[in-house]
């Protein structure tokens, strides 16, 4: 059993979760007053399994941030799978995504796009479904969905249902007097509301609700009531838990019920309205030993986890705060140098091979746990689990980096972080700030 409130029935809806229209709600963020974007963080996760035997997923999850401010999510799936599911999977969703980011209202994008997509002539459906959320500067939420399982919306652990409105489009190509309805008309979904701390929001396709179809525990699959149990539960015992871990845990137990070959391509996505957690990454010693005793107190005064990069960099701190540096033989890696540990230290890392890995890391995600454990690994799961990410850079030479007989790949420490920065903003929607010092 689940606790569910809907907004159609609730005497008295949680607090924020009154539904407005596109067409009501106020022109300028200005005018409503509310939690912005600075005060609150949107985090973005997702997970995905393609379906045993394809060498392509069929399912295909896009976000984006755009200049002005807005978030928009897509989670489209493609008719059947493989290699044609993923291509028109992938034309719904960045069509989705171009209309919603150049203003166009989330209903008339939503209404291009099944005017557009081909249709199958056996079956009469659309080649492919979608979920498009848009979530503006003041965290107003709109969300349109089409033949996706319905979304679960949590705030208070408890589930809310919010109201939603029906859409009618003409589908391509069959005559509108033709009967049945269902089959001249597709339906979709729209709803909308302002978002508060803590909301979480979870997408997700077919594949998980019907997984384990025609096994002996789940004869007609999971379903969509137990899929909303399961999360509930996964929230009740953890409650800070992460979007990235949300959606991961979900894919494992659908993939769990399909006894590890995936029956169809599965997908979860979720987004996590959350107070900002911050990290402190500091790499490299400053460019004056006088500053040392500055880098050590910016170690001691930032309110967040923090992490060291490199042996001089930790042995400086360490010296100017009387606390010593210890190597852990945990994690023995080939390629990567062990971490260390010091009070205070959430973990300390050697400096430019590590944090270049890490970079290679972020460009081949989000499946992270194909990946050996390593100091770099932790690393990225320390980023991928903060929200705003400072970076303080030393500028200080090290020698040993000028030798000609190291390898080209070792690029100096500011480029690396500049990389990794530019990685954590644009693909995993992350914010940063880098200091040099």
Known sequence: MHNTISLATATKPPQGLSPFDETTAPSAPHERPGPCLDELFIEVGYYQEKKHGQGAAGDVFLSKKTSDGHLISVLSDGLGSGIKAGVLATLTATMAMQFVAEDIPIQRAARIIMKTLPVCKERNIS???????????????RIIEYDNPPYVLIRQSVECEPIKKMLLVHRRGVPKKS?????????????????????????????????????????LGWGNPAVHSYIQQEIAEKPDISARELAQHLVFRALLHDGYRAFDDITCGVIY?????????????????????????????????KIVCGGTTATIIGRELGRP??????????????ASSMEGADLVTEGIIT?????????QGPRFDRFRANAALHLVEF???????????GTKINEAHQDPSMPVELEIRRNIVKRIAS??????LKKTTI???
Do not use: W
């Open 127 to 141: 080649y492919a479904t979608f979920t498009i959320v848009d979530i503006d500067g003041m965290n107003r939420v």
């Open 179 to 219: 009967p049945p309805e269902p089959f001249t008309n597709a339906r979709m979904y729209y709803s909308a509301f302002e978002a508060l701390p803590g909301d979480r929001l979870i997408f997700f396709s077919d594949g998980i609700p019907q997984s384990g179809m025609g096994s002996a525990p789940f004869p």
């Open 273 to 305: 309205f959350r107070k900002p957690r911050k990290l402190l990454v500091l790499s490299g010693p400053p460019i004056d030993s006088n500053r040392d005793r500055e880098l050590a107190d910016l170690f001691t005064r930032f309110p967040g986890k």
């Open 325 to 338: 540096v210890r190597v852990c033989l945990k994690d023995i890696d080939p390629e990567v140098p062990p």
């Open 355 to 363: 944090l270049g890995k890490v970079a290679e890391l972020l460009e």
């Open 383 to 393: 980023l991928l689990d903060s929200d705003h990410i400072d970076f303080v850079v």
């Open 423 to 428: 990685l954590l903003e644009e693909r995993y």
């Open 435 to 437: 200091r040099f010092i």
